[in-house]
């Protein structure tokens, strides 16, 4: 059993940054692939950026040259700095390893 816990997200205006945290624990024996996902309301859950056991990361369009993703092996951990944060990023923000997810964290971006 793996257990995924969100955290960092909270309110911000255009433009702002956040940094949200994902930290995995449960027998977990080897090092996977991660990654975060969103879903605004009405809207169906995208995928926003992932990363590889080895590093390689991969970003949806939308978010290009704006958000980063990070992984802390060691910790268990993978993080998601957002920067230039704009409206359309208002969304419920969820980590994903394998079959697991995690409850979630809000992002809201508004003036």
């Known amino acids: 059993q793996v257990q995924l816990v969100e955290s960092g997200g909270g309110s911000v205006q255009p433009g702002g940054s956040l940094r949200l945290s994902c930290a995995a624990s449960?027998?977990?024996?080897?090092?996977?692939?991660m990654g975060w996902y969103r879903q605004a309301p009405g809207k169906e859950r995208e995928l926003v950026a992932g990363?590889?056991?080895?590093?390689?990361?991969t970003y949806a369009d939308s978010v290009k040259g704006r958000f980063t993703i990070s992984r802390d092996n060691a910790k268990n951990t993978v993080y998601l700095q957002m920067n230039s944060l704009k409206p359309e990023d208002t969304a419920v923000y969820y980590c994903?390893?394998?079959?697991?997810w995690g409850k979630g964290t809000l992002v809201t971006v508004s003036s």
């Open positions: 449960g027998s977990i024996v080897w090092v996977y692939d």
């Open positions: 990363i590889t056991s080895g590093g390689r990361t």
């Open positions: 994903k390893m394998l079959a697991y």
